[in-house]
């Protein structure tokens, strides 16, 4: 005789439904926490690589992070040329994102606040290396696609310090400039190393 179909009971439901509904507001809150954090931290490239305020990359990105860089330039000066209020502004967001995510995950955050401390850095060297993994295939794709784009040229003077070593090694292959995919892999390579000590700490 064939088994009869088991019909799935409400408790089986609800089973089901906490673990989906865990990972949407896991996802939620991984993508708008790193796309904050990935904006600080363009901030502070832009910074770094002296990028001109008057075009659509930097104006965007000031407007949506001057409201957290601001007051905490009133506390943290820079020094050394790096505006160490949008470094601690970027931290702060790793940290809120991993203690929200303990909380969604209910453990108790203040109990794993030392490994979360440290997580946060890892967090933010993360956001910082895949977000040059994005602009540079940004960059790769405008010089193919838009090279008169508006955003070519910002985009451009961001990574063309990065490139121009790679550049100086690796020649042209067949009048093809592969710096931007060396780069690329590099990054690659960077995130599964901090992926490693990330489990390490954890």
Known sequence: MAESVRLPTPYNRKTEIRP???????????????????????????????????NPVSQGVFQVTDWIVRPLRRIIPGLGGIDWATVFAAYLTAVAFLLCRALVLGADP???????????????????????MWVTLLMAVLSWVNPNSPLAAPIWHLTAPLLRPIQRVVPRLGGFDISPLILFVIAQILLMVIANVSRGVA
């Not at 989906?20 to 910074?47: C, H, K, N, S, Y």
């Not at 401390?117 to 993360?126: E, H, I, P, R, Y």
Request: charged content about 10%.
């Open 20 to 54: 989906m509904f865990t990972e949407i507001i896991l996802f939620l809150l991984d993508t708008v926490f790193t796309l904050f954090g990935m904006a600080l931290l363009l901030r502070l490239w832009m910074q770094l690589s002296r990028l001109p305020s008057r």
């Open 110 to 132: 203040l109990g794993f606040l030392p490994v979360i401390l440290a997580l946060g850095v890892l967090s933010m060297l993360k956001w910082g290396i895949s977000m040059v």
